[in-house]
């Protein structure tokens, strides 16, 4: 796939996350897609489980704002730096947490994406306010 297609999903997944849109940003997934949100942690396999995942993130009213796209040469991969928010999953108070991340996805030549790894550490989130 083109580098101007490959990154257009990779901003479809951003503005469909931000308006909620889960079934959406599922479709966007290879059926058999590896999700690994953030690296280090269990990979997620299967769209079934990432809408699990990405249902919590839903819930918590995540706002991401996307950054530079950078495409490789392999014709199937795409980065794109991330900023945003969300509510602090369990609180009761509408706290919130911004946070900065590097998304590394593969996208197949149908324009799914089949692999996604989100770079993060525990000094990329902060407490808002």
Same mark, same amino acid.
């Given at each position: 796939m083109?580098?101007?297609?490959?990154?257009a999903?990779a901003?479809?997944?951003?503005? #469909?996350?931000? @308006?909620g849109?889960?079934e959406?940003? #599922?479709? #966007?997934? @290879?059926?058999? !897609?590896?999700?690994?949100?953030?690296?280090?942690s269990?990979?997620?396999?299967?769209?079934?489980?990432? /809408?699990?995942?990405?249902a919590?993130?839903? @819930?918590a009213?995540?706002e991401?704002t996307?950054g !530079?796209l =950078?495409?490789?040469?392999?014709g199937?991969s795409?980065t794109?730096a991330? =900023? $945003? =928010?969300?509510?602090v999953p $369990?609180?009761a108070? /509408?706290?919130?947490? @911004?946070?900065r991340?590097?998304?590394?996805m593969r996208?197949? *030549?149908?324009?799914l994406?089949? *692999?996604?790894?989100?770079?993060a550490?525990r000094?990329d989130? =902060?407490p808002?306010?």
């Amino acid at each position: 796939m083109d580098e101007v297609r490959r990154k257009a999903v990779a901003l479809e997944y951003c503005r #469909l996350l931000n @308006a909620g849109d889960l079934e959406g940003v #599922l479709a #966007l997934f @290879a059926p058999d !897609v590896r999700f690994e949100d953030p690296v280090g942690s269990p990979a997620l396999v299967g769209r079934e489980a990432v /809408g699990r995942h990405l249902a919590a993130a839903v @819930a918590a009213g995540i706002e991401e704002t996307p950054g !530079v796209l =950078t495409a490789a040469l392999d014709g199937e991969s795409v980065t794109l730096a991330v =900023t $945003g =928010t969300m509510a602090v999953p $369990g609180a009761a108070d /509408g706290s919130r947490v @911004a946070f900065r991340l590097v998304s590394v996805m593969r996208v197949t *030549e149908e324009g799914l994406i089949r *692999e996604a790894r989100v770079i993060a550490g525990r000094s990329d989130v =902060t407490p808002v306010g």
